[in-house]
């Protein structure tokens, strides 16, 4: 049995831990860090570039950030919000690429139109409505609207081919929007932490036990799991940034701000097609209505990825219900996870949402025609044998108690910390990696208060991210020039003139 010390213990290996390592190095390069990741690879399960949408959430096309209002209005709120959270990753990926520390950015970043596509008089008309409300404010000043077929025919050529000329239709569209490579960008950013001294990177090993020491500090145990050899960590800051894993290690940890928590998994699958002549005619993310029913994360997407310089379409997600927490774990996660203080809000949950259990096993009883089926409601001509099947990610939803006591299930992600700030977790799924920049900086302001305070963090971290401590949605010189920048450093819009 082997022992350390270090001051950061990150678990996880994916888009937000490694998000969260490369802050505090560069906040302060004293800091010793360890990374314990289960598999033996980088960012293998959720953040792996096949297991999730790749979309920049910049809410440009994701219509479940706008709903409809009683009242007919569109609310704004939630797409405000995501698109600044997702420019402040853009300025920290900028800094990192700026300073050496992350590879040309085609390497992990490359621009693709963002676009949304109805289909219907009634949702064209919703369109209509979003798009003046976001259109009106900077932030989403460059968006366009068509309802015009030859328009809409350069803009999505597959979509359009052979539709009827009497359906009515609209899109809008960003031509800056951003297809993301999250694994590689993990993984880069991994490769820059290994070159920094006072950290250490542990693949293939597990978390079995840990426990607080009177003084605050954790020891955590971990296992080889090709070995069994066990060691010992004692850390003074622990973080849990597993996806799906989290939960169960917050459970283990037993501090009680993690008492009531459930997760509802969910599991996801993508019709891919890699044939050129296919491919080359399309270029965008085209994001559609999700059936009613469906959670957020199942919203139908036409969607133009790069990955390791390949390109190829997929389609979906189509939707499933397993019982494990991860792509690579174990049925009994979900199970294993009930407890009596979240035993109650989780029956709640599967009582309220029959609808979705519904959906989600009609998802998994599907044949392959019947998803091709529902991809020519997208692409008219598309044929069976042009696309075959992958498996994405798992996503584990948050089930808490609501303000009276009852069972809630919640599509966000949430930060839980302690009150003695020695542990965080995330849990939860959408938007998900798009937004670890700001997700980590919260996780430092709770976590590191007094550090943060301090002149030479508050230069540094204004230095990582301009607009840190500021608003982008209110200044709109602040967010001019900031995209001026991220656009221009990260090759997403050649044309881009502030």
Known sequence: MTSKSVDVLLVGAGAMSTTLGVLLKQLDPSLTIAMVERLDHVANESTDAMNNAGTGHAAYC???????????????DKAFSINAAFETSLQFWSYLVEQGDLPEPHHFINNVPHESF?????????????????????QFAEMEFSEDPEVL??????????????????????????????????RNMVNFLEKQDGFDLLLGHSVEEMSQYTEGDWRVELKNVETGQVEKIRTKFLFFGAGGGALPLLQMSGI????????????????????????????????????????PMSVPHLDSRVIDGERALLFGPFAGFTTKFLKQGSAMDMPLSMRLNNLKPI??????NMDLTRYLI???????????????????????????LSYAGQRVQIIKKNAEGEGKLEFGTEVISSADKTLA??????????????????????????????????AKMKELVPSYGQSLIEDESLLRSVRKRTLSTLNLDQEYQA
């Open 62 to 76: 994701e219509l479940n950030y706008t709903s409809q209002n009683d009242d007919g209005s569109i609310n704004t």
């Open 118 to 138: 109805v289909m219907g008089a009634e949702n064209v008309e919703f369109l209509r409505k979003r798009f003046e409300a976001l259109s009106a404010k900077p």
């Open 153 to 186: 025919s350069q803009w999505m050529p597959l979509i359009m081919q052979n539709r009827a000329a009497d359906e009515a239709v609209a899109a809008t569209r960003m031509r800056y929007g951003a297809d993301v490579n999250f694994g590689a960008l993990a």
């Open 256 to 295: 009680p701000e993690g008492e009531g928590y459930g997760g509802f998994p969910v599991s996801g699958q993508w019709l891919v097609c890699k044939k050129p002549e296919i491919v080359e005619q399309h270029m965008a993310k085209v994001y559609g209505q999700a059936p009613i029913g469906a959670p």
């Open 347 to 352: 029956m709640q949950v599967g009582a309220k």
């Open 362 to 388: 009609s998802e998994v009883m599907q044949s392959h025609g019947d998803r091709v089926d529902s991809l020519r409601r997208f692409f008219p001509d598309a044929k069976n044998e042009d696309w075959e």
């Open 425 to 458: 977790a995330l849990l939860g799924a959408s938007p998900g990696a798009s937004t670890a920049t700001p997700t980590m900086i919260n996780v430092i302001e709770r976590c590191f208060p007094e550090r943060l305070a301090t002149p030479e963090w508050q």
